[in-house]
């Protein structure tokens, strides 16, 4: 069974600049899940999909990130403008409803 | 929100050792799971335990879920086993909240 797939693995911008990560949850798996993770810290959620629908993205910084799930399948988050503290680990995890969550292998994000 | 607090923060190990993590958490919950973050970022799933014990070769884990806490086990640690622990624990929503983990080094 594959994984969760996302890309790119590693980026690196200029603050102010604009960037997009992908991911691609296990096959069948109705939940997915955005979180950062700041170097020395553990993962922290951004946001939740259920099927299409949003769930919680109560610790979207919403007015620089978002993210949309289309067809319930692939997921898109994108950050515009980047700050310097956006530097971090982007790590997606998708499941079945409420049950074991997988991670990707993330990407790590460079702000200069 | 629920808290999740790891112990200790930092472990050294001599090859062969063995080791105990402890996560204390705060409120019931629904899911609790451990992982192991290799030196490149993954995060590599251990046990899917909101309750009750498991086992998988070297490594075992138990959750007693009315006294809010769950242990990690490593018996006969390899130098493999370096890199940093995470319990995270999630409610309702399905959320997972993360404590701040567990840095594992091994010596051969």
Do not use: M
Request: with cysteine.
């Amino acid at each position: 069974e594959a994984g969760v797939a996302q890309s790119p693995r590693y980026k690196i911008i200029e603050k102010r600049q604009s960037v997009a990560f992908w991911c691609n949850p296990i096959s069948g798996h109705a939940t997915l899940y955005w979180y950062q993770q700041i170097l020395g810290q553990g993962p922290k959620l951004l946001i939740q999909f259920q099927n299409n629908g949003v769930v919680d993205d109560s610790q979207l910084p919403k007015d620089r990130f978002s993210a949309e799930r289309l067809k319930g399948v692939d997921s898109t988050l994108k950050i515009q403008p980047a700050k310097l503290e956006d530097s971090a680990v982007y790590l997606c995890a998708s499941s079945s409803v409420r049950d074991t969550q997988y991670f990707g292998p993330g990407t790590r994000l460079t702000v200069l | 929100g629920i808290q999740v607090e790891q112990s200790p923060p930092d472990l050294i190990l001599q090859e062969g050792a063995n080791s105990t993590l402890r996560c204390n958490f705060s409120d019931s919950v629904n899911n609790l799971q451990w992982f192991h973050q290799n030196p490149w970022g993954q995060l590599i799933n251990l046990f899917y335990i909101p309750s009750g014990t498991k086992q998988n070769g070297r490594l075992s884990a138990t959750t007693v879920a009315t006294e809010r806490y769950s242990l990690l086990y490593i018996s006969s640690s390899q130098t493999t086993d370096s890199g940093v622990y995470f319990c995270a624990v999630a409610g309702n929503t399905g959320k997972l909240i993360f404590g701040q983990g567990t840095t594992l080094q091994v010596k051969p």
